[in-house]
DNA sequence: CCAGGACATGAGAATGGTTCTCATCATCAT
DNA sequence: ATGATGATGAGAACCATTCTCATGTCCTGG
């Protein structure tokens, strides 16, 4: 892996009718780095030569190549990282009190009963083409020293 | 349960310093007949006499008041839902394809066990007092009869 | 009863992430 | 080269959500 993410991704942008310019290469390239889910101004900080729409279209275009996915997170804005056929298989332990997501593998077998039981309950209930997400709530280390109040 | 639903409401509400208004009362009776994550629109339609903004509000106060949660879903919208305390604990069939989200529950040991690996994740990375959310993505009964092309 | 304080409401303005527009550039096939 | 097709950048437009502010409502103490 590695060296052919970009000949994949070349390939899906093709099929999507597209072109892997230097700057979606550019992209691929900052997620991979990432190695989690970015938010845009995570991407743009520091990089004064991306233009925040073109960022925008370039990340929906490798979406819609089947590369990126947007992760959705409970912050009014969105995360992007690559789609898990590139990478690994992985979940996100994500902070409810700053926000930070961080990945996480879980182990095979756990993730094997998982998708038998989700299967047969999608399925009973109409749904077809299944796939999961699992993420975990809490707080991260650095939330957790300094008191950071969630409720009363 | 049902009938102290209300109850709680109440006092959680009262709590956080607030009252339990009429309108809220409203939503919380919405929220509970629906039995799925409501969209803002959906909750406003057929109903003139909900004015935006104050939903917005009342459904941010309860969600302080740990009475509602904002489902993040990735439509770009937010949906909300009674806390699981309040109703079961359960997760979602989200169709990829119409956004129909639907609540499903799965059995208790497969719970069991996702919550104690889960756990023992979350602590091995530092994170404390976690949580889980598991999220079936899919295609719904109707999306998958007629055909819509999501990729090539 | 009446007045005052504290919170709730409604309408619309403001905000902020995301998408669209359009004029200009780059790239590829002929 | 040359024209077609798609990419880029800057900013406008969009839309869900939040804020503002002028009332309204409810509870409390006199």
Redesign the interface.
């Known amino acids: 892996m590695g060296a052919d993410l970009h000949e994949v991704t070349a390939v899906r942008l093709g ?2 009718g597209g072109r892997y310019t230097r700057q979606r290469r550019h992209l691929v390239e900052i997620l991979e780095r990432a190695g989690m889910p970015l938010a845009i101004p995570d991407i743009l900080r520091g990089r004064r030569n991306l233009a925040q729409s073109s960022v925008y279209r370039n990340l929906a275009a490798l979406e ?1 190549a ?1 590369v990126v996915r ?1 992760v ?3 912050e009014g804005f ?1 995360r992007y990282e690559l789609t898990e056929d590139l990478t690994e298989h992985h979940h996100h ?1 994500i ?1 409810s009190s700053c926000g930070r997501v ?1 990945d ?1 593998e ?2 095979e077998d ?1 993730e094997r ?2 998708d038998r ?2 299967d047969r ?2 399925r009973r ?17 650095r939330c ?1 020293t300094r008191g950071t109040a969630a ?2």
């Open positions: 099929e999507s819609r089947g947007r959705p997170a409970d969105g332990l902070c961080q996480v879980v182990p756990l009963e998982v039981t989700l309950l999608a209930a109409g749904f077809a083409s299944v796939a999961h997400r699992l993420d975990l709530i809490g707080r991260c280390g957790a409720r009363a």
